[in-house]
């Protein structure tokens, strides 16, 4: 069964950084490529940035582009989002999330990340 | 101002077939394909439809995807109570080089 659980969230003020991760199980995780996607509470989803899977493909979406930083090992199947330049429209439940035939078929439960002062 | 724009709320009877539409552009719907995914309160996003009419294993066939132009639409037969949810399409934009999505429909049975 594959499992995607986030962690690494928490309040964080403005300017500061962050860094997300994600270990993955019960898949190959060296074989996929990785997401992630956020959404504020009560709104709709934003994806956030992908990395294929040997790292040598990164896209990120333009709001965080410059900011944010996505990396993975796939030694330890462990997934990372380093955030920098925190602002308040980044708070948002963050998910990670394993991509398999262009689409986004797993989702782990989310980590919050409060962006305040 | 989501890059893919879908109606904010919809709604069906039980029995009834209801269709929530997603549209797009060249950039993205026109020449890519569409996945859905359904939110239960609460829950994290799960995939409904990819490749734009692909079921993964598991999803009732009482959903189909379908797609005409710039345009992509997720059709639900037989609604049933627990359809009620947050409904989203995505695809990938190749002028933006990332992934959009619709700004979700919520699903009321009524």
């Known amino acids: 069964e594959v499992q995607l659980v986030e962690s690494g969230g928490g309040l964080v003020q403005p300017g500061r950084s962050l860094r997300v991760s994600c270990a993955a199980s019960?898949?190959?995780?060296?074989?996929?490529?990785m997401h992630w996607v956020r959404q504020v509470p009560g709104k709709g989803l934003e994806w956030v940035s992908g990395?294929?899977?040997?790292?040598?493909?990164?896209a990120y979406a333009d709001s965080v582009k410059g900011r944010f930083t996505i990396s993975r090992d796939n030694a330890m199947s462990s997934l990372y989002l380093e955030m920098n330049s925190l602002r308040a429209e980044d708070t948002a439940l963050y998910y990670c999330?394993?991509?398999?035939?262009?689409?986004?078929?797993?989702w782990g439960q989310g980590t919050l990340v409060t962006v305040s002062s | 101002q989501s890059v893919l724009t879908q109606a904010p709320s919809a709604s069906g009877t039980p029995g009834q077939r209801v269709t929530i539409s997603c549209s797009g552009s060249?950039?993205?719907?026109?020449?890519?394909?569409v996945n859905w995914y359904q939110q239960l309160p609460g829950s994290a996003p799960k995939l409904l439809i990819f490749?734009?009419?692909q079921r993964p294993s598991g999803v009732p066939d009482r959903f189909s995807g379908s797609k005409s132009g710039t345009s992509a639409s997720l059709a639900i037969s037989g609604l049933q109570s627990e359809d009620e949810a947050d409904y989203y399409c995505?695809?990938?934009?190749?002028?933006?080089?990332?992934?959009?999505f619709g700004g979700g429909t919520k699903l009321t049975v009524l």
């Open positions: 999330v394993k991509e398999e035939k262009a689409a986004f078929d797993s």
């Open positions: 019960g898949f190959s995780f060296e074989n996929y490529p």
């Open positions: 990395i294929s899977w040997n790292s040598g493909f990164k």
């Open positions: 060249s950039s993205n719907i026109e020449y890519h394909t």
């Open positions: 490749s734009t009419f």
């Open positions: 995505t695809s990938w934009d190749g002028s933006l080089n990332g992934w959009v």
